[in-house]
């Protein structure tokens, strides 16, 4: 079967790379695939945004000789002679054929210089174990090993292999996060290997941070809900740690938070992108107690940044104070420092209507608010450094929050009235 129709209609920034690919390929007579998703996608008529090329050679110097064609920034990962070409719109990975042999489950690879049959047959799934060749005579020949059209016809899910998961025990992730994504179904022999892999607590022997970059590319689905709900019913969250139990209500509120974040898109009153994984990560250990919390964070070692606003999402006394009626001022105050993620949380998972007010409240009219007016500004007045400043700039901002005071000028002439009040002058 030859696709290289399909590619001619593909965007003109994709096939302007695959072109590139197949000269630097002709060039230096080395055979260039493109495979995995891109392949499985453009079967399926669907856009996808990542270039894979596979090699029967150097990957990080095929890379270097296509960033000569195209620009770019290389990112090399030299332990699988793979790299990873940045351009302004879209990203190419590009990796040698290899084979892969494992020491023990879960271990990574060993790898060696291969075929590109042999580097199909290490792949996860049949769907995703198919390449299309790039070079000029065989442009468009569709390379199919082990079945992978048949399995995009039947709509079902396959590995190549009996001992799939034991190699790799995050395919079972992958299987999940795949099966939920293209509403495929498991083939019966993978329902088995899934039933086997259970059995023997297969998740149980991989490397907690490799489990928890799968995890957050489920997360980062399109249905994260519909993720984590097969994930919880043929696996459980206890092979990341025993504590984590995720109840039918916790899933709803995975559901309920997609809901709330488009709404609140839809009405603008985000005022910078989410990183919506976060929200639904922390329904996922919304449950945890103190010790427990800091038990699975220690385990998956995430970012800084994004640990602190887990953190913050169990900060109970904040959520106490937001179900009263208080001041614009103490509303502000409360949320200001927190990320937008910590605060969809708090709407989310607390039905109280006064917080759920204090929150929009927050969100469509007090967070862009910010005092123009500064310390510098104070000195100039002759007020010397000291606490006061922070007494008047919070005097003036529950006047900005009221609508009493706007630009710098009006902030600067409050100030000296308050300076006044106060026996300064």
Known sequence: MNLGKKIDKLPFYITRILR??????????????LVGGGVRDMLLDKRNFDIDLAVEGEGIRFSQLLQQELGGEIIKHSDFDTATLKLSDIKVDVSACRREDYAFAGALPRVSPA??????????????????????????????????????????????????????PTRILRCLRLKVRLGFKYSSSLKKLL??????????????????????????????YLQMKELNFLFG??????????????????????????????KSLLKRELDEWIIYMMVVVCNLNKKNLASVLAKMRLRRGEEKRIVDSHRKEIVRQLKTKITSFRIYKLLKPLSFEVIVF????????????????????????????????????????????????????????????????????????????????
């Not at 070079?135 to 190549?160: A, C, H, P």
């Open 195 to 224: 039933s086997q892999a259970k059995e023997k607590e297969l998740l149980r022997l991989v490397n907690v941070q490799r489990i928890r970059d799968e995890l957050i590319l489920m997360l980062k689905e399109q249905e994260p």
């Open 20 to 33: 590139a690919a197949s000269l630097v390929g002709d060039q230096r007579k080395i055979r260039v695939f």
């Open 346 to 425: 708090f709407y989310v998972k607390e039905k109280n209507r006064i917080l759920r007010r204090n929150i929009i409240d927050f969100l469509a009219k007090y967070n862009n608010i910010t005092l123009n007016i500064s310390g510098k500004d104070l000195l100039q007045l002759g007020v010397k450094p000291s606490s006061v400043y922070g007494k008047i700039l919070d005097a003036l901002l529950k006047k900005k929050l009221k609508g009493k005071i706007h630009s710098l000028t009006e902030e600067l002439e409050e100030a000296r009235a308050i300076l006044r009040r106060w026996h300064f002058y």
């Open 237 to 266: 969250l206890k092979f990341i740690d025993e504590s984590i139990n995720i109840s039918n209500k916790d899933l709803r509120l995975i559901l309920n938070a997609q809901k709330t974040i488009l709404r609140l898109k839809e």
């Open 115 to 168: 075929s590109l049959e042999e580097d199909l047959q290490r792949r996860d799934f049949t769907i995703n174990a198919m390449a299309i060749s790039l070079n000029k005579d065989t442009w468009g020949e569709l390379i199919d090993l082990f079945g992978g059209r048949r399995d995009l016809r039947q709509k079902q899910l396959n590995v190549l292999h009996s001992k799939s998961f034991i190699d790799d």
